[in-house]
């Protein structure tokens, strides 16, 4: 199994002045996937599985969406407008591909292509959190397991969480779409990988006890 945890970081480079956000505003769900680093690396320690995280915030390119995707480097995200990521030139644009968005997934096809060289199974599970509140809308599940090809993986999983009394469901809150996700359609799905992302509801990752009870949960399913 190889974990990636692609909005780890709200780590925006102090000269980038917060890209114009509040404080506030820079630590919430906009900026990261709140506790999803912790459950991850949790996980990892348990799994003895290899973990890809990025170093910077999903503001500066979401490292999960296609170059193409309009939210590659969001002019606004949710109900905040992001004042540093509007009317960027196509300089600084492929500056923030080069030296963020390229390295990672690099480095996630190498680590992929040297498991496969040497013949090691591998399933690919992205970790991310989401905010319980949307756009004013409460969200009622605690977690979803994103998936495309991998439905037998990710119901298994599921059928798992369910165990515990969980309110969770299966390509909730998004669903995995080519046009607007890379790691389970890049890396998983074109390589013959089953491959899942987690998202679990963020208000349940606030403590390391918390995570760790997520850790407990998901870790005999994966």
């Known amino acids: ?55 910077y915030s999903r503001l500066l390119i979401d490292l999960n969406r296609p170059l193409e995707a309009p939210d590659s480097i969001p002019p606004h995200s949710e109900i905040y407008p992001v004042p540093g990521n509007r009317e960027l030139s196509e300089t600084v644009r492929r500056y923030r591909q080069d030296c963020l968005f390229h390295p990672f997934h690099q480095r996630l096809t190498q680590l992929l292509d040297e498991r496969q060289a ?30 495309r090809n991998a439905g037998a993986y990710a119901g298994r999983i599921l059928d798992g969480l369910r165990r515990h009394g969980l309110e969770v469901a299966g390509n909730q809150p998004y669903a995995i ?26 208000d349940g ?13 998901l870790y005999p399913w994966l």
């Open 118 to 147: 040497a013949g090691v199974p591998t399933r690919v599970v992205g970790v991310h959190s989401f905010t319980p509140v949307y756009h004013g809308r409460p969200r009622p599940l605690v977690a979803g397991v994103l998936y």
């Open 1 to 55: 199994m190889v974990l990636v945890c692609e909005h780890a970081s709200r780590h925006i480079p102090l000269e980038l002045q917060r890209l114009g956000l509040a404080q506030a505003a820079a630590e919430e769900h906009i900026a990261w996937d709140i506790g999803a680093l912790a459950l991850a690396e949790e996980l990892s320690r348990r799994l003895d599985a290899p973990l890809l995280a990025a170093g």
């Open 177 to 202: 779409d080519p046009a607007e996700d890379t790691t389970v359609p890049v890396h998983g799905d074109a390589r013959g990988l089953e491959a899942v992302l987690l998202e679990i509801r963020n």
């Open 205 to 217: 990752l606030r403590t390391p006890d918390a995570v760790s009870a997520w850790a407990e949960r």
